[in-house]
């Protein structure tokens, strides 16, 4: 028995077609650098949620009490991680976008307050670090109020991105747009170009980040033991895309955390990247926000910018 099932999966994307887009200077490749600000979000005893976070350096849950050890790991990344990270992106004069949760910056607001100030835009990354997948319409709607607004105290501005912890609910996308201010998310991992998407008759920018070109895979069973091992793992992901973006667009996204990268056996393996994509002509370092205004600009679709 044979036939076509039906599916709302777009396993196709361009294919071998896609948008006719080149990026400023007629460059290559676009690469986005996003730091994710998650310590302070995560699930804890002592920050009033129901459990402790259990992933983290070591392989262990503590269940009932306070986890001390595992806060401590969190807090290495604002106290340590963070100004190694930020020290190397001014060096090379690189742009990100700083991921962030709202509990992260409503608890330490002057993170916030360093990226402004380095040129970084600061996107969202949910109220807590939890996936949204299994949440209630009014719970996952609140997450998104306070996180828009603890980032607007902290930053001065209000985020255009918005990327969950791995799985978001059926309902996420209609109630960023419910929102408002939104001019994309990140909660794809199918594609190296921003696309549209269609939610309930209006049309939404995607820009897919990844899980390979990042450094959690420094995390359990990731694969990723010295920074050499994320250096040479990247640097090949960026040669390829900067010479298929000969022909047509590409984007790379480098996925940074401030407690992973961070750590003084590690930061080495960013700063090889950096040196290496640097060094390369036709290589965009970008903002997201930049990167989909530029994009929808380019594809003619720029009342989707509005005053985002």
């Not at 262990?60 to 100004?83: K, N, T």
């Not at 996180?147 to 501005?157: L, P, R, S």
């Not at 049309?203 to 995390?219: E, G, I, S």
């Not at 091992?229 to 960026?238: G, K, L």
Request: aromatic share 10%; with cysteine.
């Amino acid at each position: 028995m044979s036939g076509i099932i039906g599916s709302d999966r777009d396993f196709r994307g361009y294919g071998s077609a896609p948008p006719a887009v080149r990026w400023p200077g007629d460059a290559r490749l676009a690469v986005s650098v996003v730091i994710n600000i998650e310590e302070g979000a995560e699930l804890s005893l002592g920050q009033g949620d129901e459990r402790n976070e259990s992933v983290y350096e070591v392989v262990e849950e503590i269940s009932g009490v306070r986890d001390l050890c595992m806060e401590s790991h969190f807090e290495y990344g604002p106290r340590a991680g963070w100004p190694r990270i930020r020290k190397l992106l001014q060096d090379y004069g690189v742009r990100g976008t700083m991921n962030a949760n709202g509990r992260s910056l409503a608890i330490s607001p002057w993170l916030a307050r360093d990226g402004v100030t380095d040129g970084h835009e600061v996107a969202a990354h949910g109220w807590r670090w939890e996936r949204h997948a299994n949440m209630s319409e009014d719970e996952e709607r609140l997450a998104i109020a306070r996180t828009v607004e603890a980032i607007t105290a902290a930053a001065g501005m209000p985020p255009r991105g918005w990327h969950t912890r791995s799985a978001t609910s059926p309902n996420t996308r209609r109630l960023l747009l419910e929102q408002g201010g939104f001019l994309y998310d990140s909660n794809a991992y199918n594609d190296d170009l921003p696309y549209l998407v269609g939610v309930e008759g209006r049309d939404h920018l995607v820009l897919p980040y990844a899980f390979d070109t990042n450094d959690m895979r420094f995390q359990r069973g990731g694969g990723f033991v010295f920074g050499d091992d994320f250096a040479r793992y990247c640097i090949d992901a960026f040669d390829r895309l900067h010479e298929e973006g000969a022909d047509a667009p590409r984007m790379m996204t480098v996925g940074l955390h401030l407690r992973i990268i961070g750590r003084p056996g590690r930061i080495a393996g960013l700063e090889r990247f950096l040196a290496h994509a640097a060094s390369k002509p036709g290589t965009w370092f970008a903002r997201r926000d930049e990167i989909a205004r530029h994009w929808l600009r380019e594809t003619g679709r720029e009342e989707l910018i509005g005053g985002r």
